[in-house]
């Protein structure tokens, strides 16, 4: 057992705190809106509510919170955003009203989307001598966190009573807490020096933002199996209702076995690049496959379904190896947090608008509109290895300070994959 865990004390501590808290985060996925609806009994109009206002307010924290860690200490940002997860569950457990709820989702949401700015130092710090495999690891151990936060959640929803579910809310909110004392115990990360100039860098580095907004755009893909498949498989074909969860589960069982894998290999800028060309076209290829369910029998339905999951999952590994290393790679290292924070925005924001784009083209428009969304990953998958390219011409010139209007010294930008500076992350939490 032990040889799968990384080595170094920093390293296990850290899977330690991420697969405690993904614990916690998996259990309020799966029941937290049961528990609202059924065990609160608020209208799900309230709840929806709420849950967009939480998710708007989740956006804008990444950067800043990313910039304290950048300026404070990770170790310490990090452990207060776990903090925040726990003391939003436990609000959860005493909320007896909408104003509440809002108030505890938006601290849950805040914590949830600003944890992963403010580790990226701590992941860029302790990757080892392989960061791509590291990130790949943590990205696995997330959804390992989630699969077992949804089991944990199953016990309450076949109970479907209000003391159930505040059990389990009860122990997202100890998962949370225990995975700050983990985050706490290890060594701390000192701060680089700022460089001089504006304070909020990532927003005046255009190629940056550039890629942010297409990694966005791409990570609609993340809502194709959770919003698109179930609607299009219980309205259009003759699948049975038992196959929206395996859809799931064959997800997440892809994820944590070949995760660590596909993301051995990208380490690089061009590599990283290459994986979102091959990740918009893997999600073609799933969309075509899928559009075509309809009309066909049962066992032909889940059989070109399993090959579409398939697809469609080893891209979702390219783009989230890909979105990794680029996100890491030109990021300057002592605004680290702050980058990794406006690039979890644009996750954030193409996640939000999923649903709603998705339901628009491939639930009302059909089969066209299954072809129209594949071709938009595709093709925009295409767009960022020449974005790469321009960020790169951009970070080895000084040219976001230079678009400011700042200047800046010349200083000599250490590659992030030099072994004195180990890249990594863990999101998305994709």
């Not at 951009?394 to 010349?410: I, K």
Request: aromatic share 8%; hydrophobic share 50%; with cysteine.
């Amino acid at each position: 057992m032990s040889a799968m865990l990384p080595a170094g004390k920093p390293q296990r501590l850290l899977v330690a705190a991420t697969l405690l808290t993904m614990l916690g985060y998996g259990i309020y996925l799966t029941a937290g809106v049961l528990y609202l609806t059924r065990g609160l009994n608020l209208p799900a109009t309230q709840v929806g509510l709420g849950m967009s206002v939480a998710g708007a307010v989740s956006l804008v924290a990444g950067i800043p919170i990313g910039h304290l860690a950048d300026r404070l200490g990770a170790r310490a940002v990090y452990t207060v955003t776990l903090l925040l997860g726990g003391l939003a569950m436990a609000g959860l457990c005493l909320t007896r009203d909408f104003w509440a709820f809002v108030v505890c989702a938006s601290l849950g949401a805040v914590a949830q989307a600003a944890g992963p700015a403010a580790r990226s130092p701590l992941v860029q710090k302790y990757g080892g001598e392989k960061p791509a495999e590291f990130r790949g690891y943590l990205r696995a151990v997330t959804n390992l966190g989630i699969a077992a936060g949804s089991v944990v959640a199953a016990w309450a929803i076949e109970r479907d009573t209000r003391s159930a579910y505040v059990l389990i809310i009860g122990a997202s909110a100890v998962s949370y807490a225990v995975g700050a004392a983990m985050a706490a115990f290890m060594p701390s990360v000192p701060p680089l020096n700022a460089r001089p100039g504006p304070r909020w860098i990532a927003l005046r580095d255009r190629p940056y933002v550039v890629l942010t907004v297409l990694d966005g755009l791409m990570a609609m893909q993340y809502r194709v199996l959770t919003v698109a498949v179930p609607l299009w498989l219980l309205d259009r074909t003759a699948a049975p209702a038992w196959s929206v969860s395996a859809v799931m589960l064959a997800n997440t069982a892809l994820v944590v076995c070949l995760q660590v894998r596909g993301s051995r290999n990208i380490d690089t800028v061009p590599s990283a690049a290459a994986a979102f060309r091959r990740a918009g076209f893997a999600f073609l290829l799933a969309c075509v496959a899928i559009s075509v369910l309809p009309g066909l029998p049962t066992w032909a339905v889940l059989l070109v379904l399993l090959a579409a999951v398939t697809v469609h999952t080893v891209g979702e590994i390219w783009q989230a190896a890909g979105g990794f290393e680029l996100s890491f790679a030109l990021a300057p290292k002592e605004s680290l947090g702050q980058y990794q924070g406006l690039f979890g925005m644009g996750l954030g924001l193409g996640t939000s608008l999923g649903p709603s784009v998705l339901i628009a083209l491939c639930i009302d428009q059909g089969r066209v509109g299954w072809w129209i969304v594949g071709l938009g990953f595709a093709l925009t998958g295409l767009a960022i290895p020449p974005t790469a390219r321009w960020a790169e011409r951009a970070r080895s010139s000084a040219r976001p300070w230079a678009d400011a209007g700042a200047a800046v010294p010349e200083r000599h930008h250490e590659s992030a994959h030099s072994p004195s500076s180990p890249s990594g992350t863990g999101v998305s939490e994709r």
